[in-house]
Each structure stands twice: as C-alpha cells, then as structure tokens.
C-alpha cells in the first residue's frame, strides 16, 4: 500500500480515537493502543499474557480492538499476523462503535495483506456490514484502493441475509457500482455490470444512477481531458485493446491483466508523461466501453425510463462540453435531443447557453433535423440565438476583450444556423437577440475597451521610443562622415550596411507599430469591432513592435563592431548574444498573448463539421 496513504489512514483513525477519548477505563488499554499502533509486539504481548481481555478489550472512543488499530496503521503485518493467530475466527468479526469490523478498516486503509489473513480465518467477514450499511468492498472502493477491491470482488459472495440483499444487487448494487465510477476504476465497474446489468436502471440511496455519477467525470473522455499539444498528438500513436480483457474474478490487475504494464506497453514507453498518455487513453477507453453498457441497459426498460435514465446525464454532458459522451447518446437513443430540462432547455440550447462549441457543433452532423434543433425555443421564449446573446463569463479565454471577441463569435456562428425571423423574435420579456446581446455585454465592452487601452498605450510608449532612438541614428552615423564629400567613412564595410538595413527596418516597423496603437486608442469601440478591427491592429502592432526591437538591437551591434573591431576582434559575439538577450524576454512575455490573439482572430474557427458522420 503507498506509504502516504498509510500514514494518512493511520492519523485519521489515530485522531478520531483520540477526540472521542470517554471514561478511565478507556485509558487503561492506552499503552496497548500505541503499541498498536507503532508495531511494537514486544509490549502487546505482555499486555496481552498479563490481561486476557486486553485482546478483544475495546479502546479509547471508537471501541476498536489492537487488530483494528494495527490493520489502519499499516505499520507491521507481522503484528496483524501474530493478532490474527491468537485470536478465534469469531472474534476477528468485533465491531467497533460504527459497526465497522477489521476488514472494514482494511478497505479504507487498503491493507490489502491484512484483509488476506482476516478472510483466510474467517471467509464470512466480506459479508459483514457496518452502521451505514456497507460492506469491507465498498469501503475500500470509497478510499479508491485498488488491489483491495480486487481482493474484496474476489471473497466476496452475491448472498442475501434476512436483514440485507445482495451486495451486489438493489441499492447496495449501484452504490458499489457509483463507488468503482468516482474512483475510476473503470474496468472494474465494466465487470461488475456485465455480471449484473440490472444495475444500470435502478438508482442508489441518493438517487444517483451509474450514468449520473459516470457524466461527473469529464477526464474519463478525451474532450474533457486536459492534455496539452504534443500530448494530444501523441494520443492517437497508442493502440489499446479491448478495456475489459480482464476478468476481476480471476484475480488479475484489471487494467493489466497479467499484472504488469507489458500489454499496453512497449521499450519506448519509458518516459513518464508516456505513460500518462497511454494511461490516459485506456482509460477513456474504458470508460466509453461502460457507458455503451449502461446506455444500451437503459434502453431496455420502457421509454418513460430511458427519458429519465438517460435525459439528465446527457443535459450534463452537454453543459460539461463531453463530446463522445453526448454523441454516443443521440447515436443510441436519439430521443434525447428532443428531452428538456425544467427551463425548457435540450442539450443544443444548453450548448449554446454554456458555450460548448463541441456538443454545437454536433448540430452539422444531424442532416436535416438540425433545422427542427435548431428551432427550439425555452419556458421564457428565448431562442438559441437569444441564449447566445447572453453573456456568459469564460476562464479559456484571457483577457476583456478577447472575451467580446468570442462572444460576438458566438453570436455570429449562431444566426447562421436559426431562422432568419428569430433574428427579430421577441422572448416573454419583449427582447430581441440583438437588444440581449447589447444589455448583457455593456460592462464586457468597457473592460474590453479599457484592457485594449491600456495595452494599446503601454505598448505605443515604447514604440514612440523606438522611433526616436532609431531616427536619431540615421543621422548620427558610426564613425562619422567624411568632412569634404559627407559619405560615411565605413560606407564600403559590410556591418555598416547591416547598421543601416536594421536601422530602417527599425524606423518602418516602429511606426508601423505606433500607427497601430494609435488606431487603437482612436477607435469607436462598438460592439463589432471586437470581432476584427480591435484584435487584428493589436496582433499587427505587437508583431511590428517586436521586429523594431530586433532591428534597433541589430543595429546597435553592428555600430559597436563598427566602432571598436579595430582593437578588440572578439567583442561582436559577446554583444550580439546580450542583444538577444532583451528581444527573447521580449518574445517570451508578449508570445502567448499574440498566439491567442492570432489565432482567434485569423486562426481556423472553433465551429465546424467534425466528421461526415450523420449521428442522426
């Protein structure tokens, strides 16, 4: 087991055994509790020949024995050995104050050598429940433990007693189920259903299906995952097989089903951040080959049930962006596009509404139907045009008015789509899309027109700067001109040319650049010309900004060649890699910015035809 979670476990027992310290006679089996707790046989086993209760005596607050405390420390199994020895089967089934036996503390704290020895004595503990009715399994599936819930599916028997049903069934069934999803044991989850695909229909204590808490993963699908360029590129490189090869219940890794990495691996996988990708892309494998199960269970009830199975995980999806996740659901039943949520809403409204390009843009592979989609209209009589009129707050996009941009974006994209008379279509509070747009970004429009004056000016000093510094030495040459005919002496030298190309790229592109800025700071900030004007005389100007820089620092390391190549060879080098040294901040500062700023503007558009696929 990590070490980290051990220690982690062990506090978190320590501490609550601790806080709920009762009587004095708590406090008698104190030293029995630390040697417990650290492995120290030595002493427990003097207490344990001195006082023979003290082996299933219950200390401190929570009533636990020392086995219960060993197990959650992880410290020894050595000690959890000797305990298990000297204690009958029977008592190895002590509970403590919530009802939790041993094996229950081996599932949160993952002790899975631990759980071996306990079940090996007694093969009844698996069964046993705690106060909040769960088993050993599904405390080791809450606290994620992998190997132990392997174990625990392994020892664990599909019976009901006169009290509860089937671990395996019912509500216990699905809470089982949930737990694998949150923990993202995918794999084991696949299993668990196929053995018993019941539980796809039915819902847990509180009400949550395995396709409600499965929609709550966004990193279990490629469109919500977070995977940078190069790790995006290297995605498609990694075959994986089949997700569910392996069968938890012939006691092998699921995700590898010989124990080790070797079928999903080969040498070059040797980096780390490889591993991750590969990782990354069995998971979402798996995590699609689940949710085609629950889908395809789902359908098999009436169709009031699938409506309600189905509807609000897909709205979820939709609002969370998951791509595969709403496209294998219109694929499968495509009655969900028609399903609403309480507002009146359906999944390409919401899309529109959160600003969830991807699941919009399933629009152009519905054929014809994307017409009747795109029709809609919610509970307040706003259009999908109306929602795309709605300001809705962004933390992809950086920056005021790169907001506007890409909301005007939004804008534009949707009127394409929508009839042309819900352009001018009133929602309940007498509003047309365009009388929303303009009242839900007003203040957006002056952050916008405030952050682009600000940089517009900052940047327009420095160019002014540049201008002066680059005019000024055009006229004040390197070594000077001859007296009598006014030709610089170093005319026929090679730096002196370079001196002066450099020079006049200086002076062009700076006032190229302050030309821009000043077009900034001049400009009528309505709202369309955060769509084109505003982002493009900025990129010109940054990109303009940073060649008179360059060119200025070029000049400047010619002219001192110039100056002093007579006496000191060697000095270009050094100065021309200092020259490089302000250009590169420069570029390293502004790059990002000016990527952004390029690409939503003259970049390919977010809104396209994914795939010829008709989806339905």
Known sequence: MNAKLKHESHLYFFFLGVQEMGNENDNHYL?????????DWITAKRIFDSDSNALTAKILGLHETALH????AGHSIEFVQKLVDRMSADELGIKNKYGNTPLHYAGVAGNTAAAKLLVNKNPKLPQERNSDNDTPLHRAAA???EDTVQYLLLVTEDEEDPIHSSPFTDEDGVRLLNLLIIADFYSIALSVLKRYPGLARKRDYNGFSALDRLV?????????SRLGFFQRFLYHYFAVTSADKASVHQGKDVETPDGSFDEYKNESLQFQFLQHIQKT???????????????SEALKGSVLEADNLLGPPTRIAAILGIQEFVTEMIKSYPGTVWLRNMAGQNIFLLAVKHRQEKIFNLLYQMGTHNIFAASLADDLGNNMLHLAGKLEPSIKISGAALQMQRELQWFKEVEKV???SYKEMKNNDRQTP??????EHKDLVEKGEKWMKDTATSCATVAALVVTVVFAAAFTVPGGNDSDVGIPIYLKETSFMIFAVSDTLGLFSSSTSLLMFLGILTSRYSEEDFLRALPMRLSIGLIALFFSIASMLTAFTAAFHLVLFHRVRWITIPIGLLACAPVTLFALLQFPLLVEIVSSTFGPSIFYKESEEIIF
């Open 418 to 420: 929508v009839q042309p």
């Open 216 to 224: 709550e993963k966004p990193h279990a699908f490629l469109s919500g």
């Open 281 to 295: 892309k069995v998971m979402h494998k798996q995590a699609m080959e689940l949710l085609r199960l629950l889908i």
């Open 69 to 72: 405390v060993s197990i959650s």
């Open 434 to 439: 365009r009388m929303v747009f303009t009242a």
């Open 143 to 145: 606290y994620a433990h």
């Open 31 to 39: 030293p029995l509790y630390k040697a417990a707790l650290h492995g």
